[in-house]
């Protein structure tokens, strides 16, 4: 029986699994799939059984369940859910030897975050309150809000708050007393208790005083004492974050970077001995980022294997390399192995020491999301659970090829290329430029492009100069340079595909992207006319007024562009605005309306500017959506969002 193709539409069919945990013989996971009637995501816990591959449903009745945890004694499942009136994520205990879930806080802003005691009777958790005198009587009348810092808003939450106090606070278990630990009027966030509770590590600010100084670390909180100190001052400029405590207490791991390269610097495992006070880079060996990078569209609710300790001398830590996530060990001395590396994205996992394995969700090319069991000492990876098995058993997908060519200055590059479902001679592609810059295509499973294939299109996947997983240079060498070389790698990178696949339209080739792929888009198509049409997405058209309008705006221009406001000149000289005079190719522009990242006055101006020019253009915005529309957006809108790529590409 022949395969029918996939559709945007079939996104509400799908699911992806994330979180994964071990407990005795189950695994615990999350499952996350579109709802249609509701427009929105739900979430809810299973587990697994090792050897039955018994399923059960766990939780509570809530659409949103994440951050699963086992209670250090074995007795507890904890999550954060919204099974309440508010919708408010709180910290739900369900026992697992039968009960049902319930809520141990019942906080009104919520709780973001939280850890457990080392003799599991009680939690440590993140959450805020409103300043009541900072507070007006009458909440259904508008009122003005007083902005006094550098950092006010962010893609996705929108303009802070002015009114909160953050806290981490403490609840027990069996009493559910409350006792609030350490407040302030910037965002903290709890990530590690001592095992006795005389100390916790928090995150924070690198300098609270100095709202220029970009960055967090992390610091030591004496809880009697109340005095806090940062545990990375021999790298004063350093972004750290806390990854993994030694059992005896006295190793840290943290994970960060020294900010040599600003925003790109590659992240690399640091061990701060507890007594002694150093911090060293126990990674320096290898040029590779200490993260998963990888960009996909499909996967939902899911965090990246961590770095974690397989025993008390050793670690295990991911790393993005060539389009996969590969897992390292390390040890307290700096040495590294390479122990797993096969063509996939591991796109979350953690460790059962007892059995030195380690429960995955992963994806590929042609693999949605699915739940594994990776044995450490030998490499296997045991699959326990497809998803969406049973649904492509009837819907066809393409299998993408991998390629490395020569870039600007010989240099090599990787991509990948998805030819159309349906095999045949003179049709149409598109270079489709990642965002970022600093991240990469890789062997992930692609939901849109796979779509775009089944429409007939060829699809060009490109790595240029500026993203992740080939080096410290490579990532480092477009800052300051933007549409420069990266853009000689993406045009010989389509000048490669075309001969290589005769069998593609030369005349028939569309570029697109988002975020600093909309950047490259508005550039590309004002720097040649090669191309028959173009999308550009969520773009950057004009670094003057992004500047100051992106919530990473000033940071963003400083580090990745080398300018500030001093040099108008040249971030004009970088702008595509400046050269809109030279577009003919027809442009559909596409932007959130909340979208901070990218603000929307970015596609607004290039717009006005098209339109200026007689070009053929079109402006599309989306409500109640940011700059992650096309991957995490509401349901409704992503699909819109392709039916009006796929009406663009298919009149022109």
Not at 262 to 288: I, K, P, R, W
Not at 383 to 397: E, M, S, V
């Amino acid at each position: 029986m022949e395969k029918e193709k996939v559709t945007m539409a079939n996104l509400f069919d799908l699911k992806s699994l994330g979180q994964p945990i071990i407990h005795d013989d189950l695994i615990f996971y999350i499952e996350t799939q579109p709802n249609k009637d509701e427009n929105a995501y739900h979430s809810h816990i299973y587990s697994i059984h090792k050897i039955t591959k018994e399923r059960r449903r766990w939780g509570d009745a809530g659409t949103s369940q994440s951050l699963l945890t086992i209670s250090p004694n074995g007795k507890y499942l904890a999550y954060l859910g919204n099974n309440n009136k508010d919708k408010k994520m709180q910290i739900m205990l369900m026992p697992l030897d039968g009960g049902s879930a319930y809520a141990i806080t019942d906080e009104k802003e919520g709780v973001s975050h939280y850890v457990w005691t080392r003799n599991s009777a009680s939690l440590y958790y993140q959450t805020s309150v409103k300043n009541e005198e900072d507070s007006h009587e009458d909440t259904k009348q508008p009122h003005a809000i007083i902005i006094n810092k550098l950092t006010y808003k962010q893609d996705g939450l929108g303009i802070f708050p002015q009114n909160l106090t953050y806290q981490i606070k403490k609840v027990d278990i069996a009493s559910l007393a409350k006792q609030l630990l350490l407040e302030e009027k910037r965002e903290i966030g709890v990530a590690y208790v001592s095992h006795d509770e005389s100390y916790l590590l928090v995150s924070d600010q690198l300098d609270p005083n100095d709202e220029w100084n970009y960055g967090e670390t992390v610091y030591y909180y004496d809880i009697s004492s109340k005095e806090k100190r940062s545990l990375t001052t021999r790298i004063p400029k350093g972004n750290f974050s806390f990854a993994a405590m030694s059992e005896a207490e006295d190793y840290l791991l943290l994970s960060g970077n020294n900010f040599d390269y600003a925003f790109v610097s590659l992240s690399q495992v640091y061990g701060y001995d507890m007594e002694t006070h150093q911090l060293v880079c126990l990674t320096e060996n290898l040029d590779l980022e200490v993260s998963d990078a990888l960009v996909a569209d499909f996967q939902q609710n899911t965090s990246g294997v961590k770095i974690e300790w397989l025993n008390d001398s050793e670690f295990l830590f991911p790393v993005t390399k060539h389009g996969k996530i590969q897992l390292y060990k390390g040890d307290r001395t700096g040495k590294t192995e390479l122990i797993f590396d096969q063509r996939l994205h591991l796109t979350d996992g953690k460790i059962d020491k007892s059995t030195n394995q380690l429960a995955v969700t992963f994806s590929t090319l042609t693999k949605t999301s699915e739940l594994a069991l990776l044995n450490l000492d030998t490499g296997q990876l045991d699959i326990l659970y497809q998803p969406n098995k049973p649904f492509f058993k009837h819907h066809a997908l393409v299998e993408p090829e991998m390629f490395w060519y020569k870039g600007a200055d010989n240099w090599d590059i990787q991509g990948w290329y998805l030819p159309p479902l349906e095999e045949k001679n003179n049709h149409p592609a598109v270079l489709y430029i990642h965002g970022g810059p600093q991240v990469a295509y890789g062997e992930s499973f692609f939901y849109e492009m796979q779509v775009m294939a089944a429409e007939g299109y060829g699809v060009i996947m490109l790595n240029p100069r500026g993203g992740n997983g080939y080096g410290q240079a490579f990532v480092a060498s477009i800052l300051g340079d933007y549409g420069n070389k990266d853009f000689d790698d993406l045009m010989l990178g389509t000048d490669y595909i075309l001969e290589q696949h005769p069998e593609i339209n030369k005349n028939a080739i569309y570029v697109m992207g988002g975020s600093y792929g909309g950047f490259m888009t508005n550039w590309v198509v004002s720097h040649t006319n090669r191309f028959k049409a173009a999308i550009s997405q969520r773009s950057i058209s004009n670094w003057i007024s992004f500047y100051g309008t992106s919530d990473v705006g000033a940071f963003f221009v400083e580090f990745q562009l080398k300018r500030d406001l001093s040099d108008m000149v040249g971030l004009w000289n970088m702008s595509p605005l400046a050269y809109a005079s030279q577009v003919k190719t027809p442009l559909f522009l596409m932007h959130s309306e909340q979208d901070l990242r990218c603000p929307l006055e970015q596609a607004q101006q290039f717009y006005v500017a098209m339109k200026k020019n007689g070009v053929e253009t079109k402006l599309m915005t989306f409500p109640d959506s940011d700059h992650g529309l096309s991957r995490n957006g509401l349901p409704n809108l992503r699909l819109e969002r392709s039916k009006a790529i796929f009406d663009w590409l298919a009149t022109h």
